[in-house]
Every structure is written in C-alpha cells, then in structure tokens.
C-alpha cells in the first residue's frame, strides 16, 4: 500500500469499515460491551485507585431515553434493554521509583489514592474519556481494546507530564 496515494487511503478505510461492519451484524451489542469490561493487572510506573457511585434511586433519564427508543422503533426490532449498574472510575497517576515491571501494591484503594495524590505536583484534573476503538483498535475488528486498562499508560504518562491527577470513567 503507498500512503502517499490517496485512492489506497480511501480503499483501504472502505476495506476496514466494511469488514467491521460484517462483524457488527454477526455479533450481539451485549458482546460487545463485556468486552470493554475487562480488567487487566496494574502493572508499571502508574497508580491506580478505582472506585465506584452507586446507581441514582430518583433517575428515570434510561427509562426516558428508552422509551424514545421504544417509540422510534417502528420496524418493532428486537433488542437488549440495557439494566443499570454502578459507575466505575479510575485515578490514575505517575508513580515515582516503579519500573514497567513494577505491580500493584497490595493496599487498599484509599491508600493508593492517597499516595497518587502525594505525588500530583498540581491541583490540576483531567477527565480523560477514552475512545477511538473504531480507529486504532481494530485488530481483528474487536473493541476489546477499549477498556480504561487499555488507557492507563497513556494516562500515567499525563499525569506524569502535566502534574495532573487523571481520571478515567468505565464506558460499556
């Protein structure tokens, strides 16, 4: 393929949309979202402290929104009604004095928290919303890749760059 020509571009974008809408319609949505529920091991120069909100008792904004749904639906399609859950989230950080080899102390995460921001040099935040699986994470055309353990290097490099603390918000 030449990337200076800009027909092998187009044919190669066409090619790839193409073949991960044929994996679309052969897989379940469902299948999709446990995949972005994987959970990999904190491993490397970064804190992680996770946590999670419980679901809001007086928020009817998912029934709201699937009766939207359930109203435009006029071929009556069959799907999956989402259930709520918790909202996860996850701090990340720089960690000083850790290799890329370096696991996760076994300590609670309001320690980890704790030491995370002893080592935020600033008071600065940035919500990090990860995404882009359409783009870069197309190996065999699975969004598996698009977790917020996928993202954690990046953000510890952020935080490390910018004084930052970095949080990021699990998305199905």
Known sequence: ?????????VAAAQKMR???????????VSVHQAATLRDDPVIGPFWVSKFSLSIPTDDNSCDALLQ???EAN?????YD?????PLRFEWVGHRSNATKDT???????????????????GPLT????????????????????NTPSCHRKLAANLAKDT???????EQR
């Open 68 to 70: 939207l749904v359930d």
């Open 81 to 85: 009604r989402p259930t709520s859950a």
């Open 18 to 28: 193409a073949e991960f809408l044929k994996a679309a319609n052969t897989v379940p």
């Open 126 to 145: 940035i919500f990090y919303i990860y995404g882009g699986s359409f783009v870069f994470s197309q190996v065999n055309f699975s969004i598996s890749q």
């Open 163 to 169: 004084g930052a603390k970095v949080l990021l918000v």
């Open 103 to 121: 696991p996760e102390p076994p300590i609670g995460e309001k320690e980890k928290f704790d030491n995370l921001s002893a080592e935020t040099k």
């Open 1 to 9: 393929m030449d990337f200076g020509n800009p027909k092998h571009l």
């Open 74 to 78: 006029l071929l009556q399609a069959q």
